[in-house]
């Protein structure tokens, strides 16, 4: 059974950049997208980009200018780093897996990150 | 982008009744839509892809329908552990884009 799990400060400091990690357990990361959503409370969700194992990206017009991410297949891990936040970013951050383009059935629990002034 | 535009925001029914929600897209996206059922404090777990197609260990009770724009995901016997929000998103074009949600309670 696949499992992910995201890991990271669930504090991050208004202009600075948050950092998270997916861990993906129980199958391999290579051959599929690795997807970044988020929800801020009590909203709807947000795509935030994906990424397949070969290094290509794709990411969401409204947040392109500020957010990388990166695969490490060696460690079954990938990675978001979203630069410059600001309290519009805080958000549960769920990774996902992709079984196909735009379809995620694999998800982590999520994890909240809070933006601090 | 494409908006998707989900009706009801939330509705109350009671168990047994057959629930139905519609979703409607900014412009024709053929058949490339999912269903998410997300419960309180859980991430969205893939209820339907390609518009009408049951995901796996998913029971039949959920249904979809639709193509190119107008697109509906039916609950045919509402049970108390289908207490969730429903959301639908469109992956014909990125960026990718949801649905604001519909609450589905029980009345």
């Known amino acids: 059974q696949v499992q992910l799990q995201e890991s990271g400060p669930g504090l991050v400091k208004s202009s600075e950049t948050l950092s998270l990690t997916c861990t993906v357990s129980?199958?391999?990361?290579?051959?599929?997208?690795w997807s970044w959503i988020r929800q801020p409370a009590g909203k709807g969700l947000e795509w935030i980009g994906r990424m397949y194992t070969s290094g290509s990206t794709n990411y969401n017009p409204s947040l392109k200018s500020r957010v990388t991410m990166s695969v490490d297949t060696s460690k079954n891990q990938f990675s978001l780093k979203l630069s410059s936040v600001t309290a519009a970013d805080t958000a549960v951050y769920y990774c996902?897996?992709?079984?196909?383009?735009?379809?995620?059935?694999?998800w982590g629990q999520g994890t909240l990150v809070t933006v601090s002034s | 982008d494409i908006q998707m535009t989900q009706s009801p925001s939330s509705l109350s029914a009671s168990v047994g009744d057959r629930v139905t929600i519609t979703c409607q897209a900014s412009q024709d996206i053929s058949n490339y839509l999912n269903w998410y059922q997300q419960k309180p404090g859980k991430a969205p777990n893939l209820l339907i892809y390609?518009?009408?197609n049951l995901e796996t260990g998913v029971p039949s009770r959920f249904s979809g329908s639709g193509s190119g724009t107008d697109f509906t995901f039916t609950i045919s016997s509402l049970q108390p552990e289908d207490i969730a929000t429903y959301y639908c998103q469109q992956y014909d074009n990125l960026p990718l884009t949801f649905g604001g949600g519909t609450k589905v309670e029980i009345k």
């Open positions: 129980g199958g391999s990361i290579s051959n599929y997208y």
């Open positions: 996902a897996r992709d079984i196909r383009a735009g379809t995620s059935d694999y």
């Open positions: 390609d518009a009408s």
